[in-house]
């Protein structure tokens, strides 16, 4: 489990193919691994990955041929910068939100609009996502935790931050890039439960304030 909030910008420094799969080894750069250790887990661009090495500031993980074609992990190449985030632990600020590392899609960058001091990105999602999407819920987009500021149709919008363009891979998407997608787990999980017999009915999602009646 994560919270979205990103402890640092790393660079891959190899890629081995290992029989489909592939080893991947990332230089944290200022994040420190001094307790980190083989099995622990990483999120890497919002992928929860296994650490199998850790060697000063590198780690690495082996990243599954079906974890390859689900996320954008295969297209990173030598010197590609990735956002990192340990796994939560009970005395870890949760200053984002709940976040499991298992990513939902690929999204796309469909347009980075300069508004005030933030940066307005807006994101395309695969149809079967969408309805997850809310105003002012919680969306993880490549490891960070952000609020979807606006929705239409299969598209979302979020502001970034000063600091969180320069503390994330932010900075540099543009238009036509791929992100890594996880939706907030309470949605799925409301899902679920509305939709199985037996479970929760829109009289009592509006009692607990979920919807709103007419």
């Given at each position: 489990m994560?919270?979205g909030?990103?402890?640092?910008?790393?660079?891959?420094?190899?890629?081995?193919?290992?029989?489909?799969?592939?080893?991947?080894s990332?230089?944290?750069?200022?994040?420190?691994?001094?307790?980190?250790?083989?099995?622990d887990?990483?999120?890497?661009?919002?992928?929860?990955?296994?650490a199998?090495?850790?060697?000063?500031?590198?780690?690495?993980?082996?990243?599954?041929?079906?974890?390859?074609?689900?996320?954008t992990?295969?297209a990173?190449?030598?010197?590609s910068?990735?956002?990192?985030?340990?796994?939560l632990?009970?005395?870890?600020?949760?200053?984002?939100h709940l976040?499991?590392?298992?990513?939902?899609g690929?999204?796309?960058?469909?347009?980075?609009?300069?508004?005030?001091r933030?940066?307005?990105?807006?994101?395309?999602?695969?149809?079967e996502?969408?309805?997850?999407?809310?105003?002012?819920?919680s969306?993880?987009?490549?490891?960070v935790?952000l609020?979807v500021?606006?929705?239409?149709?299969?598209?979302?919008?979020?502001?970034i931050?000063?600091?969180?363009?320069?503390a994330t891979?932010?900075?540099g998407?543009r238009s036509?890039?791929?992100?890594?997608?996880?939706?907030?787990?309470?949605?799925?999980y409301?899902e679920?439960?509305?939709?199985?017999?037996?479970?929760l009915?829109r009289a009592?999602l509006?009692?607990?304030?979920f919807?709103?009646?007419?």
């Amino acid at each position: 489990m994560f919270t979205g909030i990103i402890e640092a910008v790393g660079r891959v420094s190899a890629l081995e193919p290992r029989g489909g799969d592939l080893r991947l080894s990332i230089d944290c750069g200022a994040l420190d691994l001094a307790a980190t250790a083989i099995g622990d887990s990483i999120a890497v661009n919002g992928c929860c990955l296994t650490a199998v090495e850790v060697s000063g500031s590198t780690f690495s993980a082996d990243v599954s041929r079906e974890s390859l074609s689900l996320t954008t992990l295969g297209a990173l190449e030598r010197g590609s910068p990735v956002n990192l985030e340990r796994a939560l632990t009970l005395s870890k600020p949760l200053g984002g939100h709940l976040v499991t590392g298992h990513v939902d899609g690929i999204g796309r960058i469909e347009s980075r609009v300069d508004d005030g001091r933030s940066v307005r990105f807006v994101c395309r999602v695969p149809d079967e996502l969408a309805r997850y999407l809310a105003r002012k819920g919680s969306i993880c987009i490549d490891g960070v935790s952000l609020t979807v500021n606006g929705v239409e149709g299969s598209t979302f919008s979020v502001n970034i931050v000063p600091h969180t363009l320069e503390a994330t891979g932010f900075g540099g998407y543009r238009s036509g890039s791929r992100v890594n997608l996880e939706v907030d787990i309470v949605a799925r999980y409301l899902e679920r439960l509305v939709g199985e017999p037996g479970g929760l009915t829109r009289a009592r999602l509006e009692d607990y304030g979920f919807v709103k009646g007419h």
